[in-house]
Structure formats: C-alpha cells, structure tokens
C-alpha cells in the first residue's frame, strides 16, 4: 500500500530464514482483513511501500535449527500475532504481548516469513486442497478475535448478547456467542446480505437501526433494560456510544474493533453509574490461545466460519479485492496466491 485507495501488486526478494526461532511458509490462502481497511482509508501517500496482510495459512517451506514440533510440508496455520507460546504472559494468555511477539505485515504474498515458528504456527491435519482451509484460516484473526469479544465479556447461557458490527469479525463474534450458549443474540447491522449469515450463525434479532433508534430497538427488545453483554467489532466512537445505549446496568462491553478514536465517555452517567465492566482489550485478539479450542469443531464440520469470505481474488487482484470490501461489495476476501 503507497497510500489510501492505493495498492500496488509488486515483486519483492524472497524471505528467507534469518533466525534460528524462523520458518518459511509458502501462502496457500491470505485474505483482506476489516482492519486493512483503516489505512486503505486514511494513510498518507508515500514512495515508501508498506507491505499488507496478517491472515495467512500456507506450507512449511524451510525451517530455522531451533523450530521444534514442526516439519517441512507440514500445512499450518498462523495467528496473526506471532509468539514464543512460552513466556509468562503467554502462559497467562495474552499471546499478544509476549515477550518475544509481534505482528504480521506482510502476509499478502507467496511466502512469509515467521518469527517464532514453533510458538506461532498450528499444524493441521487435512490436505492443502481441503475445502476447509477458508473456515480454517478464520482461525488465524476473525473467528479468535470474535470469540476473544465473547468470553472477555463472559458470554455464558445466562447473558443476552448485543453484537455491534455486520462485518466479519462480528458475524464470528455471534458464532462464539452461540458457541458459548448464549440463547438471546442482536445484530445490529444494516446489510441483510451480511445479518442473513449473523441469523444462521445465531443471531435471534436484527437491528438495522443505528444511533439513538438502534438503541431504542435494542431496548424495546429487552423490556427496556438491554442485554448482559455487548461485543463492539467496529471501533468506531459511535458504535461504543450505541454500546454505552444497549447495555443494561451491570453488564460488560467488550471491544475488538481498533478504536478510531482515543476519547470517549467514560463517567457516571456511562460506566461508573451502572456498574458496567469494560474490558479495554483492544485490537489485538491473542488468537493463538484459542486455535486448538476452536479447531476440532471447524474441523468435524460442527461450525463453518469460512462462510464470512465471499470472493476470492488472485494475487494481481488484490486491488480490486480492498475495493470491493471497501465499498461493501464483499463481506470478506480471499487471497489465493
Ligand atoms: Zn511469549
């Protein structure tokens, strides 16, 4: 990306090991992320290039001497951070801010290189031609951060559920929500192409209302008094504001969406009064926690989080492919290099 609205498809050296902790992977799938989006929108042009991409699934191509537990051509899958997996923070399940971490940037290409292979990469027992690798790939940022919003706001059989966000990552935060048993679930979302799949995936009400309405749909829906919990995808200010509306006093705001904003209210009359818990985890999901939880359902077909891409593009497309999920034209989209 040179600047807003502006990727280019270029050819750049190959990565190679520099690490003993490396690994190489070759992509089989990538796909464009919500939050590619943010600098698609607003970064500065510039002659420099900033490479793109942190969602990834691919083959083991090469190997640094220190990688245990894996082997050449073995099919992986990536969170979108990567992790030693052994560090206190780690152990304590915010993968996020390991010691030795940090994020991906370049996995819109044919290879990749990974720090941290062996605490980072997932092995998957199926075959790269498997037509389970979309719903598996979910599994390396929107399925986890989706489900990262429902157990920090501790979705359980007891809470209802307000989802703020018809993009993927809250279309999976329904899912999870389900997952979790939670039996009553609002969507509010405007893209009834999108709240389709919220409703297969759980949802039991829509609210395409948005604001001051929404909220009042919100409430209408529940005796006036708005749901337990409430999973932000968005990040936007307005939809932490919509959140602050909808949830009843007592209850927990959890937000994954990147905040666009850096101040919002925070006092008596919105947190402190109703003894809400927020749970300032921001963006960053600490995925990898959650991979080897998840993965057995996706993999015996009892979830199909997969269904969120719906467009594939080739390498040279990608272009059109942050077009078409810029302009609503595609919920999420698939890279096959
Ligand atoms: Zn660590």
């Known amino acids: 990306m040179y600047g807003a609205g502006d990727v280019r498809v270029e050819n750049v050296p190959d990565p ?3 690490e003993p902790t490396d690994a190489i992977v070759r992509v089989v799938w990538t796909c464009i992320c919500g939050s590619d989006l943010h600098p698609y929108h607003n970064m500065p042009a510039s002659e420099h290039v900033t490479p793109m991409g942190h969602e990834f699934l691919g083959v083991v191509e090469d190997l640094g001497a220190e990688v245990t537990g894996l082997t050449k051509g073995d099919l992986v899958v990536a969170s979108f951070a990567f992790q030693d997996n052994t560090c206190e923070f780690c152990g304590e399940g915010v993968q996020t801010s390991c010691r030795h971490g940090g994020f991906f940037d370049t996995a819109q ?38 489900y990262h919003a ?28 389900k997952q979790l048993g939670a039996e009553r679930i609002i969507l509010m979302g405007r893209h009834t192409d999108r709240t389709d799949l919220g409703v297969e995936y759980g949802a039991t009400d829509v609210v395409a209302e948005r604001g001051e309405e929404g909220i009042d749909k919100v409430r209408e829906l529940t005796g006036g008094d708005g749901t337990h919990t409430v999973l932000d995808a968005v990040g936007y200010k307005e939809a932490y504001e919509q959140a602050l509306g909808v949830v009843r006093p007592g209850g927990a705001i959890s937000r994954v969406g990147v905040p666009q904003y850096d101040e919002a209210p925070i006092g008596f009359s919105s947190l402190f009064g109703p003894n809400l818990t927020l749970t300032l985890t921001g963006g960053p999901a600490p995925v990898r926690a959650y991979i080897d939880q998840l993965l057995p359902d996706v993999l015996d077909g009892t979830v199909d989080p997969g269904k969120v891409f719906d467009r594939t593009v080739s390498l040279d497309e990608v272009p059109d492919g942050y077009r078409a999920m810029d302009r609503r034209e595609a919920i999420k989209v698939l890279i096959r290099p």
């Open 16 to 18: 190679v090991l520099r």
């Open 109 to 146: 290409a044919e290879a990749i290189r990974v720090p941290q292979a062996a605490g980072t990469l997932v092995k998957l027992p199926v075959s790269e031609d498997s037509a389970l690798l979309p719903s598996l790939l979910t599994l390396a940022d929107v399925y986890g951060t989706g």
């Open 150 to 177: 429902a157990k920090r706001a501790n979705v359980n059989p007891r809470t209802t559920v307000t989802v703020i966000d018809d993009g993927a990552v809250g279309l999976l935060a329904v899912l999870s929500a």
